[in-house]
């Protein structure tokens, strides 16, 4: 017999407060921010880092969407918006992605290479201009989404791009939502010693070759808990 | 010509447009899909109240959460409006944000360096809000 409350264990330990896995749409999208919002109040974070938690969440999750509306011909990218989010006291990581063509793994990598060298000024600076020299987007937020996750977590986003069997690239983001000053450069991209675990995502068909924490114990989340 | 009320949902935001008095008040959460669907006929309107503004014009914001896409079109309004600042009819901008509200306070900031009108920051007490 299946090990049930192996899931319930999974859940609580790497306290986790939300996880989908599967194609999304605008009343899903909806439902999953409203879900998030309420978990957030109830677990009495402080209004600062909800609101920066729901704002990442939704950013992510209408990212993936966009992906999925144009790539609708691959049901592949269509059925692999996952997302969890994982609580430590005050802090959250949001783990987030979906298959991307080569094309847009490419266009993804060099936005993300650029804003991860971006400090705080800069980053600010890439907003406005982004914001203000964009023609009004007919559909989604035309690359200013991903310098405004940045922004509002302080630049502590980890990506990766893994080529799968059917030429499609799974693109995973774990970003980091602390209560705290802007760090510096260097400390950006070290592990939370809070931390426990960290949870990895491994999408089905894909192999994760490299661990965010090598240190730590990872504990790999399928489809499993979705 | 006629006022825009809107009621809010969990993604879309209560506006209230009152062009017999210039209060233009947009609230709530902004977080659409597609916010060209929602935004364009505001932008509509004001290019149409832009042709006889009442002498003063406020423009309030009240937000919760907005997305990227909605930030494009709340600068489009803001730039609707400075051009009737720029015609030289009395019109003002107050951005509403949480004491502890960082992001908000920061995407007014951000806003304020890009528009010529005069946006005043407001700060919300927890309390109050």
């Known amino acids: 017999m299946l090990d049930i409350s192996k899931y319930y264990d999974i859940l609580q330990h790497e306290r986790i407060l939300l996880s989908h896995n599967g194609a999304i749409d605008g009343d899903l999208i909806d439902l999953l921010v409203q879900l998030a ?30 992906y999925s509306v144009d790539n609708e011909e691959h049901t592949a990218v269509v059925e692999s918006p996952f997302l969890v989010i994982q609580q430590n006291s005050e802090n959250f990581t949001i783990f987030t992605g979906n298959y991307v063509t ?37 559909h989604g937020g035309a ?47 070290k592990a939370n010693p809070n931390f426990n675990h960290v949870v990895t995502m491994q999408h089905p068909s894909v192999q994760v070759t490299e661990q965010v924490d090598p240190d730590k114990s990872n504990l790999n989340l399928n489809n499993e808990i979705s | 010509m006629d006022n825009i009320v809107i009621r809010g949902t969990s993604k879309t935001p209560d506006v209230n447009f009152d062009a017999s008095t210039g209060n233009l008040e947009i609230k709530g959460r902004s977080i659409p899909e597609n916010s060209y669907q929602f935004y364009e006929p505001l932008l509509s309107w004001l290019d149409r109240y832009a042709a006889e503004p009442r002498p003063n014009t406020l423009l309030t914001f009240k937000l919760d959460y907005f997305n990227t896409s909605s930030s494009m079109y709340i600068l489009g309004i803001l730039k609707k409006l400075e051009k009737i600042y720029l015609a030289g009819h009395k019109s003002q901008v107050r951005w509403f944000y949480d004491a502890d509200d960082e992001d908000m306070l920061q995407t007014g900031e951000d806003l304020k360096q890009i528009v010529k009108i005069p946006i005043e920051m407001v700060e919300i007490d927890q309390e109050e809000a």
């Open chain 1, 102 to 138: 080569k094309a847009q793994a490419d266009y993804l990598k060099k936005k993300l290479e650029d804003i991860s060298r971006m400090t705080e000024a800069e980053l600010n600076e890439t907003y406005i201009k982004a914001l203000n020299k964009e023609e009004l987007p007919t």
């Open chain 1, 143 to 189: 690359g200013v989404g991903l310098i405004d996750i940045a922004r509002r977590a302080k630049n502590q986003i980890h990506y990766k791009f893994t080529e799968s069997d059917n030429g499609l690239y799974l693109f995973s983001m774990q970003i980091e939502v602390k209560d705290q000053e802007p760090q510096n450069k260097e400390s950006e991209t």
């Open chain 1, 37 to 66: 919002d309420k978990r957030l109040a109830k677990s009495k974070v402080k209004n600062k880092i909800r609101k920066k938690v729901v704002n990442i969440l939704v950013e992510c999750l209408q990212n993936s969407f966009h």
